[in-house]
């Protein structure tokens, strides 16, 4: 596995642990930083025994754990940026966003702290959101004379609503933990030291079901939200028909049907097959 300075990636039983790592900036997202997520991203792709992803930020420069998710994209970097440099920065962006949105495994955000800009935006391209009771919220570009450029105008309406997605981004308003969860922006909040246990149990939830079946689910939903509704249920049609005759498909409906009641509790070990 190769050493990042800015992101540390970790796999253990079937789960990809993805930490940015930036203490001096509070995880802000720089150039560099968004090219060793993507660098990572292709390892874990490569490694077909990881089922589900989990993204979260590193401890600050005084160790605490709990301080920052990401806190945006990084204002020195930015500051000096030509229009076709904001451009290309926004694209940079952009594109690694949305191989996180389609990438072919679920990915859990554990939100531990500030998810501002940038760091709300790459959270919102995650599968599953959940936040401890710190987290902090916010679009606050339109205070630093931008607008959301990481995917925020688009993503943010979708997930929580056009009204509150324009109220929190024309306001450049930051929510807390429990209007995140109210309005539908995180799954569930947890008190700080449970956050990383509740997020490891949802992955490997979802690493111990069937991973072919976990992926089609992945791209049955997200392609068939960009589609009308006669296009979307066949798209969900051809991904439920290339579930049948896996191994994995085959052993779970014949351990439904065993009879022993020993053997039909016991889990099907998925494959992968
Ligand atoms: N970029 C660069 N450095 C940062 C950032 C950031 N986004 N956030 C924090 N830092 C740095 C601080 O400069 C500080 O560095 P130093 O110790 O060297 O002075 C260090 O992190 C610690 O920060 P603070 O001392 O400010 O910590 P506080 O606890 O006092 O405050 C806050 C924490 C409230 C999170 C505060 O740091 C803050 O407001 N940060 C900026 C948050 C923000 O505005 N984020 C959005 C940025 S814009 C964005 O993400 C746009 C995305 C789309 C880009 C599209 C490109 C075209």
């Not at 600050?60 to 204002?75: L, M, Q």
């Not at 959940?130 to 990481?150: D, K, M, R, Y």
């Not at 509150?164 to 930051?174: F, L, S, T, V």
């Amino acid at each position: 596995m190769s050493e990042f300075k800015n992101v540390i990636l970790e796999i253990a039983d079937s789960v990809a642990t993805l930490t940015i790592s930036r203490p001096a900036a509070l995880n802000a997202l720089n150039s560099e930083t968004l090219d060793e997520l993507n660098a990572a991203l292709s390892e874990i792709e490569a490694d077909s025994n990881v089922r589900a992803v989990i993204l979260t930020g590193g401890p600050d420069k005084k160790g605490d754990a709990f301080k920052s998710f990401v806190a945006g994209a990084d204002i020195g970097e930015m500051s000096t940026l030509s229009k076709a440099e904001g451009e290309a920065f926004g694209k940079k962006g952009n594109d690694i966003f949305r191989r996180i949105e389609t990438f072919p495994v679920p990915v859990i955000a554990a939100i531990n702290g500030f998810a501002l800009g940038g760091g709300c935006e790459i959270s919102l391209s995650c599968d599953i959101r959940i936040c401890s009771e710190n987290a902090l919220f916010g679009q606050p570009e339109v205070g630093l004379g931008i607008t959301p450029g990481f995917g925020g105008t688009q993503r943010l309406a979708r997930v929580v609503g056009v009204g509150k997605a324009k109220e929190m981004i024309y306001g450049a308003r930051n929510i807390k933990a429990d209007e995140a969860l109210r309005i539908g922006l995180v799954n569930s909040v947890y008190p700080a030291e449970e956050l990383m246990p509740a997020a490891q149990k949802l992955a490997a939830t979802i690493a111990g079901n069937a991973p072919i079946a976990v992926r089609a689910c992945k791209k049955a939903i997200n392609d068939g939200l960009d589609a009308s509704m006669d296009d979307a249920i066949v798209i969900e049609e051809k991904l439920f028909g290339s579930c049948f005759e896996t191994e994995d498909q085959r052993a779970a409906m014949a351990n439904f049907l065993e009879k022993d009641p020993e053997k039909k509790l016991k889990k099907v070990p998925f494959q992968n097959k």
